[in-house]
Each structure stands twice: as C-alpha cells, then as structure tokens.
T-cell receptor, first 114, second 113 residues
C-alpha cells in the first residue's frame, strides 16, 4: 500500500540553524500539507500546497518557513533560523483532492532545537 | 471559525467493554469530519470520515461514528475494546473548499486486561 515517508525521523539542531525536513508524498497525489505537534499539544495545520504554490497557510507559518516541491517527488519544509519553540513533531500529509479527501500522513520528524 | 473539542484527554476501558470517545465541533457550515488514530511512534491513520453522505459512518477495526448535526457531535464508538485499540485518537474537521484539517486535542485510550 502506498505511504507517505519522511526523513529524517529525528533531528537535533542548534538555535539559529536552518533545517530542511523532507517528505515523499504518495505518487499520484496533488495536495500536500505540513502539520506540527508540540509535545502535549494538539496537531496544528501549517501550510497546504497545490500546483506548485501555497494554497493556504496558518499564522504559525511566518517568513521563517518555506515549502518547496523541488523535483516532482519530494516535498520539503525549510525553517530558516530555528527557535527553541520550533521543537515539535512535524507531519507531512498528502491527498488526491483537497476537498474532504482523506489526507495520508507520514510518520513524522521529531525536531529538537537546543 | 471552526474548532473541535474532544471531551476527556484520557479514557480507560476494560477489554471487551464499549469504547466511546467524544468529539464536538463548531462550524458555521456543514463540515467534513474525520477520526484519526496514532499508535506509538507512528503517523496518523484514518479510522473513518463523514462527508455528508450517511450520518452513521463505519470505519476500520470495528469503529463507527455518528454525525449528529443538532448536537454538533461526531462521537466515536466501538462495541468491544481490544488491547490493540490502545492509542491516541484525534477528531478533526475541515470545511468544504479547504483541505486543511483542524484537530482536537486528542484522547488517549487505555485498554485494561
């Protein structure tokens, strides 16, 4: 069964460093998402991406964040200058359609900013 | 703005007992509703979803949920709990014409032998 994969599974970085989280969505999906879950809190929407552009983003998704689909298979989330409060589990998801369609989630990348 | 509230951050049941996990939503227009499950060290897996067809929705692993518009609820049930059901369960809502999911805070289900 096709699945969404994410790398790395864990990342530790120093405050102020740039990190890139990688995702490989399901191959025939068209809509891509990033969510995050700070420890002990709810899963929060960050951004959705369709047709090579951001379709929606949350207030959390400020200028520090960017997304890219560099090669037609990968979908990346870049955090330019990490802060302590960026420590969280980051989930990538993809769906075949944006409207009520099931989103398939990857296993997540646990980011720890020191 | 839409939101989701899950009543009870922890629910504990005995094996074989009824599972009831509560979810209430707030939305100005009919939403799409989802239940996801997260097993330790894994991603979120869809259990079931409501997209304006039948109000009683059956999902995987014997779970089902009923959409009740009058109560703005979408509670998840399973007649008989199994040890393997122990996990975290998330209710989520999305509106028509937007894909983003808004999650509740999650409910941890513990199943006792």
């Amino acid at each position: 069964e096709p699945e969404v994969t994410q790398t790395p599974s864990h990342q530790v970085t120093q405050m102020g460093q740039e990190v890139i989280l990688r995702c490989v969505p399901i191959s025939n999906h068209l809509y891509f998402y990033w969510y995050r879950q700070i420890l002990g809190q709810k899963v929060e929407f960050l951004v959705s991406f369709y047709n090579n552009e951001i379709s929606e983003k949350s207030e959390i998704f400020d200028d520090q964040f960017s997304v890219e689909r560099p090669d037609g298979s990968n979908f990346t989330l870049k955090i330019r200058s990490t802060k302590l409060e960026d420590s969280a589990m980051y989930f990538c998801a993809s769906s075949g359609d944006g409207d009520g369609e099931t989103q398939y989630f990857g296993p997540g990348t646990r980011l720890l900013v020191l | 703005a839409q939101s989701v509230t899950q009543l009870g951050s922890h629910v504990s049941v005995s094996e074989g007992a009824l599972v009831l996990l509560r979810c209430n939503y707030s939305s100005s227009v009919p939403p799409y509703l989802f239940w996801y499950v997260q097993y330790p060290n894994q991603g979120l897996q869809l259990l079931l979803k409501y997209t304006s067809a039948a109000t009683l929705v059956k999902g995987i692993n014997g779970f089902e949920a009923e959409f009740k518009k009058s109560e703005t609820s979408f509670h998840l049930t399973k007649p008989s709990a199994h040890m393997s059901d122990a996990a975290e369960y998330f209710c989520a809502v999305s509106l028509v014409n937007t894909g983003k999911l808004i999650f509740g805070q999650g409910t941890t289900l513990q199943v006792k032998p």
